[in-house]
């Protein structure tokens, strides 16, 4: 089963750099594929088995680099989302000038 959540997870991976490429380059007014494709990097985070997340035992290299590979953009997606957050609220760093 955990092969079958690798291989859709790729895939789905896969769909979404290429509509973020269509999106951009070959329709560059297509932002419904750029909302599309935002979609797909979340089911692909979500369908992953992660290591990080207790899912995945096995250790393979390769397994690694794609599982970094695959949640990037939905981790910076998380660090911005948080950033933006704490600098509402206050929280965040405090600068002065």
Do not use: N
Not at 3 to 29: E, H, K, M, Q, Y
Not at 54 to 72: A, I, K, N, T
């Amino acid at each position: 089963m955990e092969t079958v959540r690798i291989v859709v997870a790729t895939g789905v991976f896969l769909g979404a750099c290429f509509l973020i490429w269509d999106g951009l380059v070959s329709t560059p007014t297509g932002w419904a594929l750029l909302v599309l494709a935002a979609f797909c990097f979340g089911l692909a985070y979500l369908i992953w088995p992660s290591r990080k997340r207790g899912q995945r035992e096995q250790e393979h290299p390769l397994l690694d680099v794609l599982e970094v590979v695959l949640e990037l953009p939905v981790e910076c997606l998380i660090w911005l989302i948080r950033g933006l957050g704490r600098l509402v609220s206050g929280k965040g760093v405090d600068i002065d000038f």
